[in-house]
């Protein structure tokens, strides 16, 4: 059973550019969240999807949006890229009726320059 | 979000059980302290959640003092796997839906032989 998985791995964009990351969640899990890890910080949770709606969103600007699929699966867009944005994107799933634990991926690591 | 407070790192040799300290002075009746950690170059894991009482998995324990103001996450025998950051997190009453995770910085475990 594949845990969750998150493309790409690494990505270097420009400032003011736009990039899009994705997830597909843990087998069975319907909900997804993204959290923002800058260097040496704990992670920041930036918004969670369930049901293909956005239903819970942290301290982070319009620039940040998603969506979530009929398959459950994620994409986390930011738009005009700061170098500020540079940092982990994690993605987690968790089931819906045993939400005690959340399923985190590897991440993908942005490099804005 | 209830704030919680831990040592930045510790250490540890390698077999000794470890014992991870947590305070969160300011936590509601229904809020739940859960532990979660990140090895290098991975996505947070689960490690262990409770409410009120002393919790044992084949992780580790989690001790939770009588008035709930602290907690200790205890690995019973660090081994050099063990080596990450350690998040204690304070979590709302389980909705429907997972609820977010707020993380603070940790506590940088170093094992060593």
């Known amino acids: 059973d594949a845990g969750v998985t998150q493309s790409p791995t690494h990505l270097i964009k420009t400032r003011g550019q736009q990039v899009t990351l994705r997830c597909s969640p843990k087998?069975?899990?319907?909900?997804v969240s993204w959290y923002q890890q800058a260097l040496g910080q704990g992670p920041q949770f930036i918004f969670q999807?369930?049901?293909?709606?956005?239903?819970q969103r942290g301290n982070f600007p319009d620039r940040f949006s998603g969506h979530q699929f009929p398959n459950y699966s994620s994409e986390l867009n930011v738009n005009a890229l700061l170098l500020g944005d540079s940092a982990l994107y994690l993605c987690?799933?968790?089931?819906?009726?045993?939400?005690?634990?959340?399923?985190f991926g590897p991440g993908t690591r942005l490099t804005v320059t | 979000d209830a704030k919680t407070t831990q040592p930045n790192s510790m250490e540890s040799n390698e077999e000794e059980p470890v014992h991870l300290p947590c305070n969160h002075s300011t936590i509601s009746g229904t809020d739940y302290i859960h532990w979660y950690r990140q090895l290098p170059s991975q996505g947070p894991e689960y490690v262990i959640h409770?409410?009120?009482s002393n919790v044992n998995n084949r992780m580790a324990s989690l001790a939770i003092a009588e008035d709930r103001k602290s907690s200790t996450l205890i690995l019973h025998r660090a081994t050099l796997r063990d080596a990450a950051v350690y998040y204690c997190?304070?979590?709302?009453?389980?909705?429907?839906?997972?609820?977010?995770?707020?993380f603070g910085t940790g506590t940088r475990l170093q094992v060593t032989l």
């Open positions: 987690a799933s968790s089931p819906t009726r045993q939400s005690y634990e959340q399923y």
């Open positions: 409770g409410l009120t």
């Open positions: 087998s069975g899990h319907d909900t």
């Open positions: 999807y369930y049901e293909e709606e956005e239903r």
């Open positions: 997190i304070l979590r709302g009453q389980h909705t429907g839906t997972a609820s977010k995770l707020t």
